[in-house]
DNA sequence: AATTCGGGGTC
DNA sequence: GACCCAGAATT
């Protein structure tokens, strides 16, 4: 990893002059850097930064979060996807409340033993909010540190990944390791992307970089895997009575677990509740990461108020401020707000 | 080591 | 369509 000796310097320099402003970098605390991380985790800055100014908004303190009903907090979660990030959220909250004195712990073993946070993110917190020099290896730096060092390694491969924190250990600034850290995921986030498009030309590696010195940046970084997605067909119903919808709450497990949902059987199922008419409604498409759902879509008028226990009648205003529904469920959300007015 | 967990931007 | 994103937990 010869190359990689060089990179320090030139690129602390460049992350000086073209680091994006934002909002968890203008008051670094570590509650601040633990929010942001966990929202980021998987998703992209643009899709987080309203999700983190409402949430901060709400729940400004270890102690709120805490102590926050767990609905509310899948509401504020609602859209952002991964919604077991927002239950350890709490929990690792709680545990810093009741075992940590409401004190962020401050060493990287510590903060690696919260739920909801692994290797990157207690590298991250660990340097970002502590100083620590402990590196923070996420998939931008995987990708840049692979086109550096001209490394071959299958990236999703854990050997691979602990070669090159090691690698990022032995020349991890001691004195900033935040800043680089950041330096090294502000890089790939903005010039060295994926997708073979990098832009080399405003590289600080630019004169070191064995990818682009070999032309290989379309090949490399090198990441097996890739699960096939698996369809399935599924009928929602759209059950309403008086201006209100039925909502149904998801099993505590698996995926969605816990929010609320129009209700929904694979295709084909009867209607679950006796109907006064029943009509076509909209068709929709959701595509998770291993699941696509194709939907088709039922309007009943329900011939009365009773419901499946557990189920719930919601007004408009409920369903924008009170029900977290995910949004593999947006494709209905125009019908539905139609029909409650 | 492989799967499960969302949702959306980008090519 | 395919890839990827400031990944972690579970199996």
């Given at each position: 990893?010869?190359?990689?000796?060089?990179?320090?310097?030139?690129?602390?320099?460049?992350?000086?002059?073209?680091?994006?402003?934002?909002?968890?970098?203008?008051?670094?605390?570590?509650y601040?850097?633990w929010i942001?991380e966990i929202m980021?985790q998987?998703?992209?800055?643009?899709?987080?930064?309203?999700?983190?100014?409402?949430f901060?908004?709400?729940l400004?303190?270890v102690?709120?979060l805490a102590?926050v009903?767990e609905?509310?907090l899948?509401?504020l979660w609602?859209?952002?996807?991964?919604y077991n990030r927002a239950r350890n959220l709490q929990k690792a909250a709680r545990t810093i409340?009741?075992?940590?004195?409401?004190?962020?712990?401050?060493?990287?073993?510590?903060?690696?033993?919260l739920p909801g946070i692994?290797?990157?993110?207690?590298?991250?917190?660990?340097?970002?909010?502590?100083?620590?020099?402990?590196?923070?290896?996420?998939?931008?730096?995987?990708?840049?540190?692979?086109?550096?060092?001209?490394?071959?390694?299958?990236?999703?491969?854990?050997?691979?990944?602990?070669?090159?924190?090691?690698?990022?250990?032995?020349?991890?600034?001691?004195?900033?390791?935040?800043?680089?850290?950041?330096?090294?995921?502000?890089?790939?986030?903005?010039?060295?992307?994926?997708?073979?498009?990098?832009?080399?030309?405003?590289?600080?590696?630019?004169?070191?970089?064995?990818?682009?010195?070999?032309?290989?940046?379309?090949?490399?970084?090198?990441?097996?895997?890739?699960?096939?997605?698996?369809?399935?067909?599924?009928?929602?119903?759209?059950?309403?009575?008086?201006?209100?919808?039925?909502?149904?709450?998801?099993?505590?497990?698996?995926?969605?677990?816990?929010?609320?949902?129009?209700?929904?059987?694979?295709?084909?199922?009867?209607?679950?509740?006796?109907?006064?008419?029943?009509?076509?409604?909209?068709?929709?498409?959701?595509?998770?990461?291993?699941?696509?759902?194709?939907?088709?879509?039922?309007?009943?008028?329900?011939?009365?108020?009773?419901?499946?226990?557990?189920?719930?009648?919601?007004?408009?205003?409920?369903?924008?401020?009170?029900?977290?529904?995910?949004?593999?469920?947006?494709?209905?959300?125009?019908?539905?707000?139609?029909?409650?007015?």
């Amino acid at each position: 990893m010869k190359s990689l000796e060089q990179l320090p310097l030139p690129l602390l320099e460049w992350y000086r002059d073209n680091a994006r402003t934002l909002p968890w970098r203008s008051d670094p605390t570590p509650y601040h850097v633990w929010i942001s991380e966990i929202m980021l985790q998987q998703t992209r800055v643009a899709a987080v930064l309203d999700y983190y100014r409402r949430f901060l908004e709400e729940l400004p303190t270890v102690q709120a979060l805490a102590a926050v009903e767990e609905d509310r907090l899948l509401k504020l979660w609602q859209g952002l996807g991964y919604y077991n990030r927002a239950r350890n959220l709490q929990k690792a909250a709680r545990t810093i409340v009741e075992d940590f004195g409401g004190r962020f712990p401050d060493t990287y073993e510590a903060i690696l033993s919260l739920p909801g946070i692994g290797e990157y993110t207690a590298g991250a917190i660990a340097s970002i909010a502590f100083g620590r020099p402990v590196p923070a290896v996420d998939g931008n730096v995987l990708r840049v540190v692979a086109r550096i060092t001209g490394d071959r390694g299958d990236i999703a491969r854990p050997e691979t990944k602990s070669r090159m924190r090691a690698a990022l250990l032995s020349i991890l600034p001691q004195s900033m390791p935040g800043d680089f850290n950041q330096a090294l995921m502000e890089l790939g986030a903005t010039v060295c992307l994926p997708n073979g498009a990098p832009l080399c030309r405003r590289c600080p590696a630019h004169a070191f970089c064995a990818a682009r010195i070999g032309e290989r940046t379309g090949e490399l970084p090198v990441k097996g895997g890739k699960a096939a997605r698996r369809v399935e067909e599924r009928t929602v119903f759209l059950i309403f009575f008086e201006n209100r919808v039925a909502l149904r709450r998801r099993p505590a497990r698996g995926l969605l677990a816990k929010l609320w949902e129009y209700p929904n059987e694979p295709a084909p199922a009867p209607c679950p509740v006796e109907a006064a008419a029943l009509a076509d409604g909209p068709a929709g498409k959701h595509i998770f990461s291993h699941i696509e759902w194709r939907m088709r879509s039922v309007v009943v008028q329900a011939a009365g108020p009773e419901l499946p226990p557990g189920w719930v009648w919601a007004d408009g205003e409920a369903l924008r401020a009170e029900y977290a529904v995910p949004n593999a469920f947006r494709s209905f959300a125009k019908a539905v707000e139609e029909r409650l007015k």
